[in-house]
């Protein structure tokens, strides 16, 4: 199983970036694919989920600004992320749950700074 993500980078605040996240070795249609994050000296976080149904769950944080999507015919999660603020500087995973499976992919870092 692989979870590959891409995207991150260096933004200005106000700034915009997509993540995407490809997965191979699961039946990825089943799967809730998510997109943690972790801050330097925090713990990690749900940032946004979607689920095979296509419901979607964010944290507080990001609601309004970042959008969640998946593309089952392309195996990939996408986060797209508007009005970025240096608070959101963080590695960013992807996540793949069906339980009782949990698969993580490594991170990409996403910095917010001017």
């Known amino acids: 199983v692989q979870l590959q993500a891409s995207g991150g980078g260096l933004v200005q605040p106000g700034g915009s970036l997509r993540l995407s996240c490809v997965g191979s070795?699961?039946?990825?249609?089943?799967?809730?694919m998510g997109w943690y994050r972790q801050a330097p000296g925090k713990q990690r976080e749900l940032v946004a989920a979607i689920a095979s149904s296509g419901s979607t769950n964010y944290a507080d944080s990001v609601k309004g600004r970042f959008t969640i999507s998946r593309d089952n015919a392309k195996n990939t999660v996408y986060l797209q992320m508007n009005s970025l603020k240096p608070e959101d500087t963080a590695v960013y995973y992807c996540?793949?749950?069906?339980?009782?499976?949990?698969?993580w992919g490594k991170g990409t870092l996403v910095t917010v700074s001017s």
């Open positions: 070795g699961i039946i990825f249609s089943i799967y809730t």
């Open positions: 996540n793949a749950k069906s339980w009782p499976r949990n698969y």
